[in-house]
């Protein structure tokens, strides 16, 4: 295609109306690359019949060389591509972007190719010109966002119908189909695919996935061996993924995603028309319903793929509204905010598809009301999100004002969206985490004013946000149920409320009526004044209701009752729970599914006031924050007893409020990892100071004196759970002369800072009245148990030099400095970076890993998936590579230290030491990794168990993988695995048999 057109056709007419895009650099420097790139092929025809015509009047134009270097400092992704191959875009810059995408296609669909390589270089190169194209056409603000998804999909449809015709047009020549038309293989094939999600209503995002269910009819398709024929769909279904997504020198067309088929866990990648229709009509459930909403035949056989989708319009479209379902549908969005109403969005790493007020919440906002009333109103089936709030409007569902609103907020959205996936062309929705990051997303906005940007953009998704709310609150009032008594007067029991209590779940209904009554008598502490008890009549119901809804209501009652026996006061308690749902809902999510923290809040129920706090709405913890509340605690302490009391209230209290956070899903795994390690690292802080100070009043001060404490491990990488222990060292160093401290009774500096080391080591593990806080690990300093507690600076360094084992080294890569001298701190620092940037024996490192992970795997030997860390594949794999790529690579690329896992690999992507194709597989690995482990540490004390768990305890794991349900949560967890032990084989070594 690209060789039909005009190599001296000069700039379009379409691309003069073009924004520049703000930029900070060298316009100069910032089009190096591309320049190089021209000056070559000038070099290669003095004569100037190069096809540069239009990039030379585009260069040559103010408003196209400024969006041309607004691009390069803001995409790496398209400033490759443009540099790559000048020719291209300037082809590109010589038509209008709609005839090009039309072009494209066309050859994507109609050209022949003779081989598998064949075709998939020739699809690539056409993902690559038309990503070039849509970005160019989007980033100079001359395409709507209505054009660039359909581009988008236009270039999905159209290379997908390649892949189908080459994989159709093959097996025919095999002589495994038989195909009706082989000129036109589609045609009457009985094999098609449905486009899902975004792609299937036409707006796919810049770098989407494409999520298929790829269908053949049983008794109508190109297949007549009825014994092969699963097996042969299978087969061309393998091979067509294997076109889309295989990663090559060219990149990859779409990553294809096949786990919305019906059961995936069970089903083969492509499903006869018989066997889905079975499942949808028998097991189908709402958010299928909701997903199919958008449902659309994109490839192979069309008409095969329209007969499909009438065939199972009842299960889409019910006849009668359909309230009942609408709580199910909204549990759908895996991270939908649980604190309406309070709280601000955080800028920086927000999520602009699934955070509070994204592209979700208006998406979930449309698609809801379609479930309820699509089935009457076949005006609200459409696929499209923006025509279908019209319709509500026309329907009166819904204000114009909020139609009007809710347009302006998606496509700006979607723009945010877009760009942040053109920087790397990755498939990621949360903006950056640095100010620096976010104006530059910014700027490819067109924002000059990065402080502008972030305004408009917050005030976005609070419009978003605040719509939403108000929608699924009318929708709870409009489906909530009439309920009936609940008395609980008199000695005797209601049979009314019996009757009532049974209704909302409770199975043995006297036991709850007879607590209840013990309550009113005032039996407890918090219900013995007149005021407390008018407060909890007030709010029971309410409370009962919230504990009906939990998966096992009379387990949350008796853990209720249990905190509500140990309260000391409940007048405060009963008014806020009274007044605040979102606090009730809280507490009985709590208590439901979570054994860990509803053991918690029985044990010690002064947590529940933290709850109470409206700081827990807001931001999540902040380090200066800790401080100030420890520092104040511990001076109130008139004793050294008094002080590890007032650590334990508060580290309880803050433990607890972290893994609320996390069993809400108002925090992410790698925020829960952050925040566990920043009050554990608060609280060592302090712990040696005060333990400083305990020794100094009795043994004095050595002369010189300095210490630092490193973290290592889960603390040390930032990757902390609800369950984690501290794996600490301490290392001292004083004045050469000094042989002993300068107090009433002096000690030697190895007894000394031994003792420092010991006091620590209580101040943060010994249990007191107030419970205990951490379990610590000193095991990891030079010789383990049979060293020294505290080690000097020099025997650490002479330990390192000579005697450190390879595993010892591998624990180094995780450590951080979390308490100390500032100025010692930093020579400790400096000698841990000098010790993992010595070079090493690349070889030796590799199998002295592999054979470490071997032996674990024998001592742990396990094939449970749910242990995640110790799984062959799992997170010891992951985190093994990250360490021996650190000590492997560190002398030449310094950049790659890193303590925290995800951070290292990451690092190790960018300096191009893990391949592409394993980066793919490791970082989101690690990530669902360790969002399962947060959530199971957070909710267990014992290993997870789905089928002995309870159901709210599995749906907030689910919840919290953003997958649909437990069968595919675990397909995903063992393809993982699989793929990480892998991974490992290849950047490691194999394990030793």
């Known amino acids: 295609m690209a060789q039909a057109l005009n190599e001296d056709a000069k700039l379009d007419a379409f691309w003069l109306d073009a924004k520049p895009l703000p930029f900070l650099g060298d316009g100069d420097e910032l089009l190096i690359n591309l320049s190089e790139g021209r000056k070559k092929l000038n070099d290669l025809d003095s004569n100037g019949a190069n096809g540069l015509a239009a990039l030379d009047n585009a260069l040559a134009l103010p408003q196209l060389r400024g969006l041309l270097i607004g691009i390069c400092e803001t995409s790496t992704f398209l400033r490759d591509l443009m540099a790559k191959d000048p020719q291209r875009l300037s082809h590109i810059l010589s038509q209008r972007p709609d005839q090009r995408i039309a072009d494209l296609a066309s050859s994507a669909v109609t050209e022949k190719m003779s081989n598998e390589g064949e075709i998939k270089r020739h699809l690539r190169l056409i993902k690559q010109d038309a990503s070039l194209t849509i970005a160019l056409a989007d980033l100079s603000g001359l395409w709507s966002v209505k054009q660039v998804t359909n581009a988008l999909t236009t270039i ?362 013990s309550w009113h008598f005032g039996r407890y502490p918090a219900t013995r004044s007149t005021k407390a008890r008018e407060r909890l009549t007030e709010f029971t119901p309410d409370l009962l209701k919230a504990l009906g809804n939990t998966d096992n209501p009379d387990a949350a009652f008796i853990s209720f009752n249990a905190f509500l026996s ?221 060293g020294p507690l505290a080690t000097s600076l020099t025997s650490f360094k002479n330990y390192h030099a000579k005697d450190a084992w390879t595993w010892e080294h591998m624990a180094m890569t995780r450590s951080r400095i979390v308490a100390g001298d500032a100025d010692f701190s930093a020579v400790v620092r400096a000698e841990i970076v000098s010790i993992l940037s010595a070079e090493r024996d690349k070889e030796k490192i590799r199998t002295d890993i592999a054979d470490m992970r071997g032996r674990l795997q024998k001592e742990k030997r396990t094939t449970d998936i749910w242990n995640i860390k110790q799984i062959p594949g799992g997170l010891v794999d992951a985190e093994f590579i990250a360490q021996g790529l650190q000590l492997i690579h560190a002398y030449k690329h310094p950049k790659i230290l890193h303590a925290n896992t995800a951070q290292a690999l990451q690092l190790c992507v960018e300096e191009g030491l893990i391949e592409v194709g394993d980066a793919e597989i490791l970082l989101p690995a690690i990530r669902l990794y360790h969002d399962m482990t947060q959530i199971v540490r957070v909710c267990l004390s014992e290993g997870f168990q789905p089928d002995a768990t309870a159901k709210a305890l599995r749906d907030v794991v689910v919840r919290a993988s953003y997958e649909p349900d437990m069968a595919r949560l675990e397909a995903r967890l063992i393809e993982y695995q699989d793929a990480v032990r892998g991974c490992f084989e290849r950047l490691m070594a194999p394990i030793p048999k």
């Open 566 to 786: 140990a309260l000391p006061s409940g007048v405060q308690v009963f008014s806020l729970l009274r007044n605040n749902p979102q606090l009730l809902e809280i507490l009985a999510i709590v208590l439901g599914a979570s054994p860990r923290l509803a053991k918690t809040v029985a044990r010690r129920p002064r947590v529940i006031d933290a709850l109470l706090d409206p700081a827990f709405f807001g931001n999540m913890l902040e380090r200066d924050a800790l401080n100030t509340q420890l520092e104040r605690m511990l001076q109130e302490a008139s004793c050294y007893e008094e002080a590890l009391d007032g650590a334990r209230i508060f580290g309880q209290e803050q433990l607890f409020l972290i893994g609320v956070r996390i069993l809400m899903g108002s925090i992410s795994a790698s925020q829960a990892g952050a925040a566990y390690a920043m009050l554990a690292g608060v609280i060592v802080r302090h712990m040696l100071a005060f333990s400083q100070l305990e020794l100094e009043r009795r043994h004095g001060k050595v002369p010189g004196g300095q210490v630092a404490v490193i973290a290592m491990g889960k603390l040390g990488g930032r990757e902390m759970t609800a369950g984690s222990d501290l794996d600490l060292m301490l290392l001292y160093d004083h004045d050469k002369d000094v042989t002993m401290s300068d107090g009433d009774k002096p000690l030697a500096p190895t007894t000394y800072y031994a003792r420092l080391t010991q006091r620590l080591i209580t101040a943060l593990s010994a249990p007191t009245a107030e419970g205990d806080l951490y379990e610590v690990d000193f095991r990891l300093r030079p010789s383990g148990n049979s």
């Open 156 to 517: 999905a449809d159209a290379t997908l119908r390649g892949a189908f015709r080459f994989s159709l047009q093959e097996h025919d020549r095999r002589g495994k189909i038989s195909l009706p038309y082989p000129d036109d293989p589609e045609r009457d094939c009985g094999y098609f695919a449905l486009a899902m999600g975004k792609h299937g209503a036409g707006e796919l995002n810049y770098s989407s996935d494409i999520d298929l269910i790829i269908i053949y009819d049983g008794d109508n398709s190109c297949c007549s061996d009825k014994w092969e024929m699963s097996a042969t769909f299978v087969r061309m279904t393998k091979l067509i993924v294997k076109i889309m997504q295989d990663r090559t020198a060219d990149g990859y067309v779409f990553r294809t995603d096949l786990r919305l088929r019906p059961d995936p866990g069970a089903t083969p990648p492509a499903v006869s028309v018989l066997a889905a229709l079975q499942y949808y009509e028998s097991m189908g459930q709402n958010w299928e319903r909701a997903a199919l909403i958008k449902a659309r035949p994109c490839a192979g056989d069309i008409a095969a793929g329209d007969n499909f989708l009438t065939e199972i319009v009842p299960f889409i479209w019910r006849k009668y509204f359909d309230f009942a379902a609408l709580a199910d549908v909204h549990s759908i969005k895996r991270q939908i905010n649980a604190h309406k109403g309070h709280g601000t969005i955080a800028i920086k790493g927000h999520n602009v598809k699934l955070g509070r007020g994204g592209i979700r919440e208006i998406e979930f906002f449309v698609q809801t009301q379609q479930l309820i009333a699509g089935g009457r109103n076949p005006a609200l089936r459409g696929r499209e999100t923006i025509p279908m709030l019209s319709e509500l409007v026309e329907l009166t569902w819904i204000e114009p004002i909020a139609r009007d609103e809710l347009t302006q907020a998606y496509e700006f959205l979607r723009k945010v969206e877009h760009r942040i996936q053109m920087q790397r062309d990755e498939q990621s929705h949360l903006l950056p985490q640095s100010d620096e990051g976010v104006a530059e997303i910014g700027r490819m906005m067109g924002y000059a004013d990065d402080m502008q940007f972030k305004s408009d953009l917050r005030g976005w998704l609070e419009c978003v946000q605040g719509h939403y709310v108000e929608l699924f609150k009318e929708e709870q009032e409009l489906g909530a149920e009439t309920g009936g008594n609940l008395v609980f007067t008199g000695e005797d029991d209601d049979p009314e409320t019996l009757e009532t209590l049974g209704r909302m779940g409770f199975t043995t209904p006297t036991e709850v009526t007879k607590a209840i009554r």
